[in-house]
Nanobody, 128 residues
Framework: QVQLVESGGGLVQAGDSLRVSCAASGRTLSTLLMGWFRQAPGKEREFVAAISRYGATTDYADSVKGRFTISRDNAKNTVYLQMNSLKPEDTAVYYC?????????????????????WGQGTQVTVSS
């Protein structure tokens, strides 16, 4: 079992920065491929970013590329999502997710069904 707990969400203004964190327990973080997803009201959950087991490879949704950075600190069992130049359309509940198989599969890692464990989410609200 893997437990994931997000934190760091909040209310910010457009153009601001925010970092959300995901603390993992129950399994060594370096065995897990990690992702961030988000879900806005009335919309489906969508992929935001993913990071390989040791952080060498990352992938981003086009909508956040160049503004968001995913990183991980395996020693601290924590994954981060640094969000810069935030826009009102970034408003959503942000979820971290873990894939216990750990392998980097570019054709699948953007699918929520690739991930077995999810956190409870943290709300990010960007005002205009």
């Amino acid at each position: 079992q893997v437990q994931l707990v997000e934190s760091g969400g909040g209310l910010v203004q457009a153009g601001d920065s925010l970092r959300v964190s995901c603390a993992a327990s129950g399994r060594t973080l370096s065995t897990l491929l990690m992702g961030w997803f988000r879900q806005a009201p009335g919309k489906e959950r969508e992929f935001v970013a993913a990071i390989s087991r040791y952080g060498a490879t990352t992938d981003y949704a086009d909508s956040v590329k160049g503004r968001f950075t995913i990183s991980r600190d395996n020693a601290k069992n924590t994954v981060y999502l640094q969000m810069n130049s935030l826009k009102p359309e970034d408003t959503a509940v942000y979820y971290c997710a873990a894939d216990v198989r750990g392998a980097w599969r570019p054709t699948n890692l953007r699918s929520q069904y690739e991930y077995e464990y999810w956190g409870q989410g943290t709300q990010v609200t960007v005002s205009s």
